[in-house]
């Protein structure tokens, strides 16, 4: 069993920047891919970046390839996702998950959520 705790969003003007943290507990964290999702207003929840516990790999969505910055820090257990440069369209609901097994960008893969936390982002 995995306990994700998000937070860290919060309402930002465009091309500002902002760090959403995740916070995870539970046994063998190492076995686990950790990933970013997020869901617009009107629109299908989609993924944003993935990490895994114990190699360097990263994913990220096209759209946000270059701006945003996914990492981990093991002591703590906490996955960061870095958004720089943000832009009107990335206001969502953003939300942390974890699976067990190798990198996916589908959220149906993904058996623990976190509760989400909102990022806005203004003109």
């Known amino acids: 069993q995995v306990q994700l705790v998000g937070s860290g969003g919060g309402l930002v003007q465009a091309g500002g920047s902002l760090r959403l943290s995740c916070a995870a507990s539970g046994r063998s964290l190492s076995s686990y891919v950790m990933g970013w999702f997020r869901r617009a207003p009107g629109k299908e929840r989609e993924f944003v970046a993935a990490?895994?516990?114990?190699?360097?790999?990263?994913y990220y969505a096209e759209s946000v390839k270059g701006r945003f910055t996914i990492s981990r820090d093991d002591v703590k257990n906490t996955v960061y996702l870095q958004m720089n440069n943000l832009k009107l369209e990335d206001t969502a609901v953003y939300y942390c998950a974890a699976r067990r097994g190798g990198s996916s960008n589908a959220g149906h893969d993904y058996a623990y959520w976190g509760q989400g936390t909102q990022v806005t982002v203004s003109p």
């Open positions: 990490i895994n516990w114990s190699g360097p790999w990263t």
